[in-house]
């Protein structure tokens, strides 16, 4: 059957919901009286009726058998008109791109790169979040970001950006005052990473000691300090000797700002850089552009 009437169609699909032509009229913003204009003209077309009109009772409005039959599926067709209109126009999305990582992994790897994602994507109003905690992607509209962990966040899909190594740095100066070998780390302060717990995988000085096989080292000494990159600038400024890693003292290391004193030392972890962002079956084209360009940068 072709699909005549289908303003009438509507009427009677609003008309039988409500059981009232004159909300169904106020849902479709039209007037009661057009309402049962297009209902009559529908069941003139069928050849049948599809309201029993009463003047008293609970309902003004009752459906004939035959308008029952037919309900649902008019109803539903109704539903899948409206998805498919949904699916038609464009999705409006926001031109801010919100990018959540370290202030460790801001300061030593993104920010020194961040301004070739800009000039080539500059449809794109880049923000970005740096915090030391774990933040929430769904509570705080984050678009996309940078994890350092095992690569297993729940409700968030991940793809590996970059392994890492860690390994002893410091200054040059330090190496000229007479860091030679691994035993003469016992006379040379320590620089600690306190950033990531003790859970989470990262060396500490002693397990690093205990793999490289060297005892009688206090490691208990030295500077703490819970920030990454500031651990990176003390020991550019030749506080101490930190225990490197690969991706975030790698520019510094090209500079000659660090140097590795044991070029031939160095230890893998499990703990790597993952690129993040919110679970969804939506393909979205600002996160899509950011991932891309990231991945092109490693």
């Not at 309402?35 to 609970?58: H, N, P």
């Not at 860091?179 to 989470?200: A, I, N, Q, V, Y």
């Not at 972890?269 to 079956?281: D, G, H």
Request: with cysteine.
């Amino acid at each position: 059957m072709k699909l005549n009437h289908l303003n009438g169609l509507k009427a009677f699909e609003a008309s039988a919901r409500h059981l009232s032509f004159s909300l169904a009229a106020k849902e479709l913003n039209v007037t009661p009286a057009a309402i049962g204009q297009q209902v009559k003209l529908l069941e003139e077309w069928l050849g049948v009726s599809l309201f029993e009109r009463r003047s008293s009772g609970a309902s003004r409005l009752v459906l004939t058998k035959e308008a029952l039959q037919g309900l649902s599926e008019i109803t539903r067709g109704f539903e899948h008109l409206s998805q498919g209109l949904t699916l038609l126009k464009p999705i409006e999305i926001s031109p801010i791109l919100t990018v959540a990582v370290s202030p460790a992994f801001a300061a030593k790897w993104l920010l020194m790169r961040i301004d070739d994602f800009q000039t080539s994507h500059p449809e794109w109003d880049l923000r970005l979040d740096t915090n030391i905690r774990t933040v929430d992607y769904l509570a705080e509209s984050i678009d996309i970001g940078v994890r350092y962990g095992k690569g297993n966040w729940e409700g968030l899909e991940t793809t590996l950006l970059m392994t890492e190594s860690v390994f002893p740095v410091c200054s040059p100066d330090v190496v000229k005052n007479g860091l030679r070998s691994l035993g003469d780390l016992r006379d040379f302060p320590l620089l600690h990473d306190l950033s990531l717990p003790k859970e989470s995988g990262f060396p500490s000085w002693e397990s690093w000691f205990d793999q490289h096989g060297i005892d009688n080292v206090n490691t208990e000494k030295g500077l703490k300090i819970n920030n990454s990159a500031s651990v990176i600038q003390a020991a550019i400024s030749g506080q101490g000797v930190a225990l490197g890693r690969s991706v975030l003292v790698q520019d510094d290391l090209d500079c000659g700002r660090l140097v590795k004193p044991f070029p031939d030392l160095k230890c893998h972890i499990e703990l790597a850089y993952y690129i993040v962002w919110k679970s969804s079956k939506v393909s979205n084209m600002k996160v899509d552009s950011f991932k891309r360009w990231l991945l092109s940068k490693v």
